[in-house]
């Protein structure tokens, strides 16, 4: 199984920042890539659709809104991947907050370094 994960520190509280980005279907007020996201059965999957036209699906698997965390799996996309499941989590970090975003998978025809660096990439974005 391959792993890959980004972090960033940012000067503002864990409160706000996971106002802005803990909501599942918040991507795309932060992610430029992202131009909307779609909710279905209960709100528990997202249709997203990324700039260039590209339909990925998501679904929640935990939310923990006291603990400012969830992990979600992928149920179609575009990427050479498998078994997906990712977490994202904000920590309070001083007067700041860390955000960590990671995930594992399996790599699809692809070498495990060419599907790290795709999530890495879509991560740190």
């Known amino acids: ?11 503002a509280s864990a409160e ?5 980005i803990g909501g599942f279907h918040a991507l795309p007020d932060w992610l430029p890539f992202i131009a909307s996201s779609e909710s279905s059965e209960g709100g528990r ?3 997203l659709q990324t700039v260039d036209g590209a339909v ?7 939310f ?7 992990s979600y799996s992928i149920l ?3 990427f050479p991947a498998k078994d997906y499941l990712a977490t994202l989590r ?20 692809v070498s495990e ?3 790290v660096a795709l999530f890495t990439g879509v991560y740190e974005g």
């Open 1 to 11: 199984m391959a792993t890959a994960s980004a972090t960033i520190d940012i000067p």
């Open 16 to 20: 706000q920042v996971w106002q802005l």
């Open 45 to 47: 999957v997202r249709h």
């Open 56 to 62: 990925v699906v998501e679904q929640l698997q935990t």
């Open 64 to 70: 923990d809104n006291a603990g400012r965390t969830y």
């Open 76 to 78: 179609q996309a575009p």
């Open 90 to 109: 904000v920590e309070a970090l001083g007067q700041g907050a860390r955000v960590t975003w990671s995930g594992r998978f399996e790599p699809v025809g």
């Open 113 to 115: 370094e060419e599907v």
